[in-house]
């Protein structure tokens, strides 16, 4: 699944892990702050502000893929869904808003947003390494999958 990296496997999950933690920990913070200290009303206020569309769905939307989908995706589970919708999230805030000529995110700039989505996207593609949820629901699945399909090579070769 994963591309050759001279690593040992463990190590690249380990790896995975950590990113998943740290991309996960970020989107939450954003989604809390967003439900607790702005308030889904005053986020859509600002998205409204900002020229967001539909701000009233929009802010509600956000919210909950940055809470949810960042816990989902620190825990490994539905990774390649969450991977996609966490990315649609910021790069609809990239197009939006951050789309600036400075890449400084202290200047209203583009760097956080374009590193989350493409963090989120690299993870949805790749999979979430061995220590995740997804890997202890659809690991057997998977394994089935692929011996059945090794059959069916030797099959067809014999025929």
């Known amino acids: 699944m994963y591309a050759t990296t001279g690593l040992p496997t463990f190590a690249r999950d380990i790896i995975t892990l950590i990113a998943r933690i740290g991309l996960g920990a970020i989107f939450i913070a954003h989604g809390w702050q967003k439900f607790n200290e702005w308030t889904i009303a005053g986020t859509s206020d600002s998205f409204a502000q900002m020229g967001v569309p539909m701000a009233d769905i929009a802010a509600p939307v956000a919210t909950f893929v940055e809470l949810?989908?960042?816990a989902l995706l620190i825990?490994?589970?539905l990774t390649p869904?969450?991977?996609f919708l966490l990315a649609a999230n910021v790069i609809g805030a990239l197009i939006i808003v951050h789309l600036t000529p400075t890449p400084f995110v202290d200047q209203g700039g583009?760097?956080?947003v374009?590193?989350?989505a493409a963090g989120a996207l690299l993870i949805a593609a790749a999979g979430p390494g061995r220590l995740s949820v997804?890997?202890?629901l659809f690991a057997g699945k998977a394994g089935k999958g692929r011996k059945r399909s090794s059959a069916s090579r030797a099959v067809a070769?014999?025929?």
Do not use: H, N, P
């Open 75 to 77: 825990l490994g589970a």
């Open 157 to 159: 070769a014999d025929a």
């Open 114 to 116: 374009a590193s989350l």
């Open 81 to 83: 869904i969450v991977g």
């Open 134 to 136: 997804d890997r202890l």
């Open 110 to 112: 583009w760097e956080l």
């Open 68 to 70: 949810i989908g960042g």
